[in-house]
């Protein structure tokens, strides 16, 4: 990676932890989003960086906050997640090996449902879910984990409309996602694919992400949380648009 990609990065890095810290969502999705439509490093090894720097914002938020997770909730999601992520990190590494327009195709139309879906702002049920709920919306998560390191879209969608505290809600949620993150980067390692240099860049990249956490909390932007999520949505809804519109041409072979 020159040193141009490597400013775009930290400019990724550090753009969606503060879009994550004021919004509670879309790290991940922005990171992919950002690195696939600029062609920064391949897919496979954004991955392992977005689970590098997952952890560090997980670190950054469980530190005062696990005592808030909503415990009978997380232990229906996670056995299934981490089951169905290895289907979806194997399903990754066929995908990469064999059709990389495909894959790219594949996490355009995720970004753009992810960013309509989670736009619809659920309204809490009255009463929880049964438990069989949040054991398919953890499978789902879980093999989005696998394949793209962004097991968040289904997962949000189900919790917020449990009537949970919104901390509870916020902090299961990192928790969650910063074990499927350790996974997949054991997964990573045992499979012989860990990217070497490139996962450099999560280390080099960690210092953003903490700095701009830590920005968002003491100097928020003078918008409401509503127009917030709103740009979060339009940004990953242009950022999968113009991931997938390529991929989809190459694919019935007309050149963009």
């Known amino acids: 990676m020159d040193w141009v990609n490597l400013v775009w990065l930290l400019l990724l890095a550090g753009a969606a932890a503060y879009v994550q810290t ?42 005062r906050g696990w005592r808030e997770v909503a415990w009978d909730q997380f232990r229906l999601i996670i056995g299934p997640s981490l089951v169905l992520l290895f289907g979806g990190y194997f399903l990754l590494e066929y995908l990469a090996d064999t059709n990389l327009d495909g894959l790219r195709l594949t996490l355009g139309l995720v970004i753009i449902v992810a960013s309509i ?16 709920s949040f054991v398919v919306a953890g499978g ?29 809600i916020r902090q299961t949620l990192v928790l969650v996602f910063a074990i499927n993150a350790m996974l997949r980067l054991v997964l990573v390692v045992g499979s012989g694919n860990w990217p070497g240099q ?51 041409l190459n694919l019935i072979g007309v050149s963009p």
């Open 22 to 63: 004021l919004t509670g969502f879309a790290f991940g999705l922005l990171m992919m989003a950002g690195v696939g439509m600029l062609n920064l490093i391949p897919l496979t090894d954004a991955a392992v960086v977005v689970g590098i720097l997952t952890l560090v914002n997980a670190v950054q938020m469980l530190a």
């Open 117 to 132: 879906q989670l736009s619809l702002q659920p309204h809490p049920r009255k009463q929880l879910s049964r438990p069989q």
């Open 140 to 168: 789902l998560a879980g093999i989005l984990g696998g394949m793209f390191s962004t097991a968040g879209p289904p997962l949000i969608y189900h919790m917020y409309r449990q009537p949970l505290p919104h901390a509870a």
């Open 198 to 248: 490139t996962a450099l860049w999560g280390v080099v990249a960690a210092p953003a992400v903490m700095a701009l956490t830590y920005a968002a909390r003491r100097w928020p932007p003078p918008l409401s949380p509503l127009a917030m999520r709103r740009v979060a949505f339009f940004l990953l809804l242009l950022s999968g648009v113009f991931l997938a519109i390529p991929a989809l």
